[in-house]
């Protein structure tokens, strides 16, 4: 991975200028700072709403746990936020469209993920055990098993989650045909498996393409845009668990 290092609030930089998930940053990061130990410190944004994603889920062989945020500050007020309580001691990655700073706690990995949004900035809250994934070599390469794709499509995330009321997968797929090229094959797929389209962004303002369909108990949003020269495919799979 290529990165280009600069300098912000006293903490490590780096902004990703490919599409493959910040991966190696990250265990570059961890053997820099490992040797540091505090307790798991990851405090709630500022002026912020969280939402439980799920207590417990597994992504190329981590467990972790996600929260999700939305806030009246900006992506830049929020870094600043955690740069400050962090100083030294985190690092931040830049995977347009998000940004993130994360740094290891007693074999912890925390991480805030976040982009803006239209009244101030969203994003997702992290702790995860991948110090000790790597430290037992369990990291596992995400490949998108079962879900369909453009030929020559990179998967770069493949996470999915758990709890008493349905099962999620999010998954991010890198590839270099159009956003149009992408939109016409997932609806054409999609409805041909007897799929309802649910919604369509085809005819508004939007640049990118925005897609919902359900089947039965289960419901498919996608989101495809263009990030540089890649077009980025991200995939939001709910099924509804059925209580007996």
Known sequence: ?????????????????????HKLFVLIFISFISHVAFAVDLPTPPDSTITQVTN????????MEIRRFESRLSQEQIIDFYSKRWTDTAAITLFDPWEMIGRVERKKFVNVQVQNGFAGSWGYLSISDLPTAIEKDRLQVPDGARFPKMSGSQVISD?????????GRTLVISNNFSVESNGKFYRN?????????????????????????????ELL??????????????????TANIFK
């Not at 991975?1 to 780096?14: E, G, L, N, S, Y």
């Not at 417990?56 to 467990?63: D, P, Q």
């Not at 263009?226 to 995939?235: F, L």
Request: glycine share 8%.
């Open 189 to 217: 797929h999609y409805q041909g498996q007897g799929w309802q389209l649910m919604a369509d962004s085809k005819g508004s303002k939007l640049k990118g393409v925005a897609l919902t369909f359900s089947k039965g108990r």
């Open 159 to 167: 996470q999915k989650s758990k709890d008493p009321i349905k099962t």
């Open 1 to 21: 991975m290529q990165t280009i290092a600069t300098t912000h609030c006293a903490v490590k930089r780096d902004i990703v200028v490919n599409k493959a998930m």
């Open 221 to 238: 949003s996608l989101t495809i845009n263009k990030v540089d020269s890649k077009t980025s495919v991200v995939a939001n799979i709910e």
């Open 56 to 63: 417990s889920t597994n992504a190329f062989g981590i467990k």
